[in-house]
Structures are given as structure tokens and as C-alpha cells.
């Protein structure tokens, strides 16, 4: 079946520390790809997608490329800021679902970045 | 409101009591979905409605949960019989179109005692 695996939080990290949170995937064909962030007190938010094998997603300095080979979809960002602190989700569309709205999340990364 | 509004944000509840939760979405989304966020787990979808026509039920856990979307626009999640397993955080989103970028309320979190 179709799933999403992150990584494991909390991540703590500095101010202007590299980011990396992984996600793999387990599904058939060619899914949709997506990260979502939920900052504290707000619902889920878009962050970033990429719909096929190479593309690259980017977004608020955050990035994360579709690689079928790996079936990973890691997400980065070069230099984290504290109002980066959130919850991140990676989630896939299963191939030929007829909409994005049957997401496939991860359990979620949270991401706490001190000063 | 801008964006998707649930209510209410926090419900206590006895064990074997009914609850609905409600969720209006954005105005002109036709798309609106239902998920469930348990503590360390990932969003869990529950169920999807496009427009006028049939949902997709297929996320629903059990017979006790049931939802409908009055006129294209509000839904209410029904939960009858509540067990202590369903206490979690119950998301509704909203979209523009079936294949559109979803808008997420800020949930209705369920305690169930």
C-alpha cells in the first residue's frame, strides 16, 4: 500500500543551522508529492510540492527535490530562523487519485529552532 | 471568515456520548475533506466530498462516524457512541477544486474521558 515515512523529531537546531528532514515514500506509479507545515496555533499550510520524478519544489528558502530512485522527497533549507519552529508533514497523492485532496502524511517532524 | 473555521476547538466528552463537530469551509471551496491527527501519528484521512456528488467514505473508521455537507457547504462530523481511542484532533480542509491546493482549519480537539 501506499505510505509515508519522516524522521523522527523533535530536530533542534541554531539559528542559521542547515536543515534536513527526511521522508520516504512506499507507493505505486508515479504519486504527487507535498510538505506541509503547521506552525503553533495555525492549521496546516501548503509549503511546497513537486508532481513528478526530478522536480524540484521550493518555497520560503525551503526545498526538497522528487527522487524516484531513492523514493525520497527530503526536505532542506540552507539557513533556519526560530519563526521556522513548526510541525512538518510530508505527504504523497496516490497515482491516478483523481484529486490531491486523499493525502498520504507522514506522522510529522517537529522543528524547534533556538536563538 | 478568510479561512476555514471549525468549532469547537476543544470538546470534552464522556465516553459513550455523541459529539458533532463542525467545519465551514472557504467560500466557493466545492472540495472539503475530514482528517484525524492522533497524538504521534501522522493525519489520517476520514472522508471527502466534491461538489453534488457521492463522498468518499472510504477513511471512516467505524459505523459511529458519520458526516454530511448541507448545500455544498458546511459539514458536520458525527461521532455517536465516542470511545476513548477516538480522542484526537480533528482536521477539516477545504479546496477550490478537486485537484486544488487544500486550506486546513485549526482543528477540533477531542478528549474523550
Known amino acids: 500500500g501506499n505510505s509515508v515515512t519522516q524522521m523522527e523529531g523533535p530536530v533542534t537546531l541554531s539559528e542559521e543551522a542547515f536543515l534536513t528532514i527526511n521522508c520516504t515514500y512506499t507507493?505505486?506509479?508515479?504519486?504527487?508529492l507535498f510538505w506541509y507545515v503547521q506552525y503553533p496555533g495555525e492549521g496546516l499550510q501548503l509549503l511546497l510540492k513537486?508532481?513528478?520524478?526530478?522536480d524540484k519544489g521550493s518555497n520560503k528558502g525551503f526545498e526538497a527535490t522528487y527522487r524516484k530512485e531513492t523514493t525520497s522527497f527530503h526536505l532542506e533549507k540552507g539557513s533556519v530562523q526560530v519563526s521556522d519552529s513548526a510541525v512538518y508533514f510530508c505527504?504523497?497523492?496516490?497515482?491516478?487519485?483523481?484529486?490531491?485532496?486523499?493525502?498520504?502524511f507522514g506522522q510529522g517532524t517537529t522543528l524547534r529552532v533556538k536563538p | 471568515g478568510a479561512g476555514v473555521s471549525q468549532s469547537p476547538s476543544n470538546k470534552v466528552t464522556e465516553k459513550g456520548k455523541d459529539v458533532e463537530l463542525r467545519c465551514d469551509p472557504i467560500?466557493?471551496?466545492?472540495?472539503l475533506y475530514w482528517y484525524r491527527q492522533s497524538l504521534g501519528q501522522g493525519l489520517e484521512f476520514l472522508i471527502y466530498?466534491?461538489?453534488?456528488?457521492?463522498?468518499?467514505k472510504s477513511g471512516l473508521p467505524s459505523d459511529r462516524f458519520s458526516a454530511e455537507r448541507t448545500g455544498g457547504s458546511v459539514s458536520t462530523l458525527t461521532i455517536q457512541r465516542t470511545q476513548q481511542e477516538d480522542s484526537a484532533v480533528y482536521l477539516c480542509?477545504?479546496?477550490?477544486?478537486?485537484?486544488?491546493?487544500?486550506?486546513f482549519g485549526e482543528g477540533s480537539r477531542l478528549t474523550v474521558l
Open positions: 480542509a477545504s479546496s477550490f477544486e478537486a485537484r486544488g491546493e487544500l486550506f
Open positions: 507507493a505505486t506509479g508515479y504519486p504527487s
Open positions: 467560500s466557493g471551496h466545492t472540495a
Open positions: 513537486a508532481t513528478k520524478a526530478d
Open positions: 505527504a504523497l497523492s496516490p497515482t491516478g487519485s483523481s484529486n490531491t485532496g486523499k493525502l498520504i
Open positions: 466530498f466534491q461538489g453534488n456528488s457521492a463522498p468518499d
